[in-house]
């Protein structure tokens, strides 16, 4: 069993198109059933385009797409450039395999050592007990519950706003006299 991470490219789409029309993986994002090769073709070319400020990233398992991340800008206010939000989902046929450690590592690396990000956010549903075991694991915390966040199944569900902030946040070098 060898995991590979990479960058996300549109030639993926027809990968995310089937993990995402899974009822267990769909259920648990802000996804909604039946996405198409297409769609999921645009918003990779859009997201992946040069210059712009998200990270997409595909999980490989043996040589086949099993799980994607994303970090995307918290918003377009100047005073929130120190943040990003993080999404993640992993087939189920994948979960329990370290798909899901592999793509937080490598979030969290890029974004430490690489993006200048001093927060991380992400939501989860409340009764994703996995999902939010693993983001434990890599030192989010819960800051507040969302009640009724969204609608799943013809039920609204709850969600918990989780956060991490860099362990241990960039210092300037000392000066030289």
């Known amino acids: 069993m060898t995991i590979s991470v990479r960058r996300a490219t549109p030639r993926d789409a027809a990968a995310y198109a089937r993990l995402m029309s899974h009822p267990s993986v769909f259920g648990n994002l802000m996804q909604l059933p039946m996405p198409n090769e297409e769609m999921w073709h645009a918003r990779l070319a859009e997201s992946t385009a040069p210059g712009k400020p998200d990270l997409l990233l595909s999980a490989e398992l043996d040589g086949e797409v099993v799980g994607s991340s994303g970090l995307h800008p918290a918003g377009p206010q100047l005073r ?65 519950t969302n009640r009724a966040f969204a609608m799943r199944d013809g039920a609204y569900v709850d969600s918990h706003a989780m956060a991490r902030l860099h362990p241990n946040p960039p210092t300037l070098p000392a000066q030289r006299t």
Not at 105 to 116: L, T
Not at 126 to 141: Q, S, T
């Open 80 to 144: 929130r450039r120190h943040v990003m939000y993080l999404g993640i989902s992993v087939a189920p046929s994948a979960q329990r395999r370290g798909v899901g450690s592999a793509l937080m590592a490598a979030m969290c690396d890029y974004a430490d050592n690489w993006a200048g990000v001093l927060r991380l956010e992400l939501n989860v549903y409340v009764d994703n007990e996995p999902a939010i075991a693993l983001y434990r694991k890599f030192g989010f915390e819960i800051e507040g």
